[in-house]
């Protein structure tokens, strides 16, 4: 094993990113709102579909060409789906029973994606292969969280999502970091 250049070392970043601001928010109660801790997850699913299509698309060499494209698809249709699926109007309780499963679905989804990557990257001898199954073993704990708090949702719990949610974005852009600083 050596550490090989990664050709996609931004999409860590961009989730952790995404994680941090997520925790700040939920442990700071900025907004206070299940509604717009949602929100913020849509705007997580689209970038990440946009991000690994465009990517697909760009990439006409990479190994992980079209693991990328059908990937972004279908972040793509778990955006498309929770909007179609949203009731403006909706009670929190409404938001919590429709919106997290779906939310649990995909935090599960993008670990298996992650884990496939992982094994990706260790078939090709890369040893950053772990970064990949440490980052997919933390996104299952934060959906195995979130799947936990989502039928008793108080201040404390939202508190506990926004410290992991904090944790794992932390992790994700180390790892971010770590990727981008091997060149081709």
């Given at each position: 094993m050596e550490l090989k250049h990664y050709d996609k070392s931004w999409l860590p970043a961009f989730k952790g990113a995404f994680l941090i601001i997520f925790g700040i928010i939920a442990i700071l109660k900025i907004?206070?709102?299940i509604k717009s801790l949602?929100?913020?997850?849509?705007?997580?699913i689209i970038m990440?579909?946009?991000?690994?299509?465009?990517?697909g698309i760009r990439d006409k060499k990479s190994d992980s060409r079209w693991f990328s494209l059908i990937i972004g698809i279908i972040n793509?249709?778990?955006?498309v789906y929770l909007v179609v699926n949203a009731k403006e109007g909706s009670s929190v309780v409404e938001v919590r029973e429709g919106l997290f499963p779906?939310?649990?679905i995909w935090l599960i989804f993008y670990a298996v994606s992650e884990i496939i990557e992982s094994v990706m990257l260790y078939f090709s001898k890369n040893a950053f292969f772990a970064l990949f199954?440490?980052?997919?073993i933390l996104t299952l704990v934060f959906a195995h969280l979130l799947y936990m708090i989502s039928g008793n949702m108080t201040k404390e719990s939202i508190t506990y999502i926004g410290i992991l949610a904090l944790a794992v974005g932390l992790v994700n852009v180390l790892?971010?970091?770590l990727l981008g600083r091997i060149k081709s």
């Open positions: 907004f206070g709102s949602g929100v913020l997850f849509l705007g997580l990440i579909g946009i991000l690994l299509v465009a990517t793509l249709l778990f955006f779906v939310l649990v199954l440490i980052n997919s790892s971010s970091y």
